[in-house]
């Protein structure tokens, strides 16, 4: 009923097909391929990872990755591409949004039917600068999503965990609110959400009632937890950096409701895939200690899948 997959960030240091036969291997059966250009220079955490390089899909290389696929029974849930494209360096955030608009393309050539990426933030502008900020750059991206038939699948991460990201962090998709607007600027039914519950935890907000408030766009789910540490945010407050009392986790080590979670995605009929994003630091030491992170999140997981 629900895909499980894991995003393939983790496995930096493995090649395409070593990623498939990993998850083969281990009873996934689907991945989430990150899509950085090759050229790309962001050392941030979990970025600049390709797995697949889009700007060389000849008809060969789409030949080559679908037989991959097809070799290791598992299918890919979505491209990834994580930039951020309202940069206020317009060199920059051209850069960006083209790019997103080739993983796009790939992704229709592929038969991919989801694109994840951030709707991106200008930092020094604030919410409502930033929507008209988005209402002028955001629907030459959606139109080149409904030109090829793929989704785009926003995800809620405010991009606020290192210094030079705030104060108000780098993605503008932040809360229901914002998603709101972003869906009456753009009503397109391309535009929706890579939803991750873990993002609303240590922003104070409830991280199931988006499920049924916002079925219709759920077009990628992330399945990350966080655990929140009182007694450093009682020191810090929220106007601190956020991991200054937050800590990404395996699902299941943290403060989601899983239950729950899975509970309402039954309930609004959700089908799609379910992706183990894993940035627990705890579980970064070794190559070993990354795979055991995902499978261990699959073991927990599993009580919920079947």
Not at 120 to 146: C, H, M, Q, Y
Request: charged share 25%.
């Amino acid at each position: 009923m629900l895909k499980l997959g894991f995003v393939s960030a983790i496995l930096a240091d493995f090649g395409f097909e070593h990623v498939l036969n990993f998850a083969s291997e281990h009873g996934f059966s689907c991945v989430e391929v990150m899509c950085w250009p090759t050229n790309n220079s962001d050392s941030r955490r979990y970025a600049g990872v390709t797995h697949l390089d889009v700007s060389s899909l000849t008809p060969q290389k789409i030949a080559d990755v679908k037989y991959q696929l097809r070799s290791a029974g598992v299918s890919i849930s979505a491209l990834g591409y994580y930039p951020n494209p309202l940069d206020p360096d317009q060199e920059k955030a051209e850069f960006y949004i083209e790019h997103i608009k080739e993983v796009i393309r790939g992704a229709a050539k592929l038969g991919v039917p989801v694109v994840n990426t951030f709707v991106g933030r200008d930092t020094s502008k604030n919410i409502t600068d930033n929507l008209a900020l988005f209402a002028d750059v955001w629907p030459g991206i959606v139109k080149v999503a409904e030109e090829n038939n793929v989704k785009i699948g926003i995800e809620n991460c405010p991009m606020f965990f290192t210094n030079d990201e705030w104060p108000g962090g780098k993605n503008l998709a932040i809360s229901p609110s914002v998603w709101n607007r972003m869906f009456e600027l753009i009503p397109s039914r391309a535009l929706g959400l890579n939803y991750d519950p873990s993002h609303m935890i240590w922003q104070m907000m409830d991280e199931i009632k988006p499920i049924y408030q916002f079925k219709d766009r759920l077009h990628h789910i992330h399945l990350k937890d966080v655990k929140l540490y009182r007694d450093k945010l009682d020191q810090v407050g929220i106007m601190a950096n956020p991991l200054e009392y937050h800590s990404p986790k395996l699902p299941g080590l943290g403060d989601v409701n899983w239950r729950g979670f899975f509970a309402a995605l039954t309930d609004v009929r959700y089908r799609g895939p379910v992706v183990i994003e894993v940035e627990d630091k705890a579980y970064e030491g070794s190559i070993t200690d990354v795979k055991s992170a995902i499978l261990t999140s699959r073991n927990y997981l599993r009580q919920f899948l079947g």
